[in-house]
């Protein structure tokens, strides 16, 4: 199984509301990211949690907040977005340290698309 | 930034001709790959490329890498109209922790 599952594949939500978006994979990988995309350019690292911690945050807005409860799920839970947040959210998943992406590919969900009304 | 730079940006070929893509960064690299996008949908890969291979192959599509010119390239020969998408370059930091990706270059192959 090399399949990265997100869910909801799209969310509509108002600036008021909380929502998350889910990620599983399970294929071992202990690396696992969240990156937010806008159209027409490439993906944006927002975090990277290695062997379950949280070890890269790319000063990310507190509206965002990710969690991983296990080495196979990953979350993003959101609340009082901006309609600027809205794009699509991708969740990626690799080999863990110590060579992580020096010796293989990530493999990436098929993203959330979350629009912010 | 270390953000590596895609060209062209976009292209746009008949079905049967071949495509060039280039990447070039600026970083001492481990290894370079390339993923492939369909319109709004996830990144899939198609090949990496370690620092010290010239060249590779799978199916249709050929990498170059120069790690001289801190350049590569990926060639699909005899397109079709189903590789429509972006196609990006990508390379890990030198911890491995991270990917840096390139702009993408948007491919229409034209039926």
């Known amino acids: 199984d090399t399949e990265v599952t997100q869910t909801p594949k799209h969310l509509v939500m108002g600036m008021t509301n909380k929502k998350s978006l889910k990620c599983e994979q399970h294929?071992?990988?202990?690396?696992m990211y969240w990156y937010k995309q806008k159209a027409k350019k490439p993906p944006e690292l927002m975090f990277v949690?290695?062997?379950?911690?949280?070890?890269i945050n790319e000063s990310v807005p507190s509206r965002f907040s990710p969690e991983c409860p296990n080495s196979s799920l990953l979350n993003l839970h959101l609340h009082a977005l901006q309609p600027e947040d809205s794009a699509l959210y991708l969740c990626?998943?690799?080999?863990?340290?110590?060579?992580?992406?020096?010796?293989?590919?990530?493999?990436f969900g098929q993203g959330t698309r979350l629009t912010v009304v | 930034s270390q953000q590596g730079e895609e060209d062209p940006q976009a292209l746009s070929i008949q079905e049967g001709e071949n495509a060039t893509m280039n990447c070039s960064y600026k970083?001492?690299?481990?290894?370079l790959q390339w993923y492939r996008q369909n319109s709004g949908r996830g990144l899939v890969h198609l090949i990496l490329?370690?620092?010290?291979?010239r060249e590779k192959h799978s199916g249709r599509l050929r990498v170059t890498l120069d790690t001289s010119k801190k350049s590569s390239s990926l060639l699909i020969t005899a397109s079709r109209a189903a590789d429509t998408a972006s196609y990006f370059c990508?390379?890990?930091?030198?911890?491995?922790?991270?990917?840096?990706f390139g702009e993408g270059t948007q491919l229409t192959v034209n039926p």
């Open positions: 990626a998943s690799s080999q863990g340290r110590p060579r992580g992406l020096l010796n293989t590919e990530a493999f």
């Open positions: 970083t001492s690299i481990n290894n």
């Open positions: 949690y290695s062997y379950e911690k949280l070890s």
């Open positions: 294929m071992g990988h202990r690396a």
């Open positions: 490329i370690r620092s010290n291979e």
């Open positions: 990508a390379y890990p930091e030198t911890s491995g922790s991270r990917l840096t």
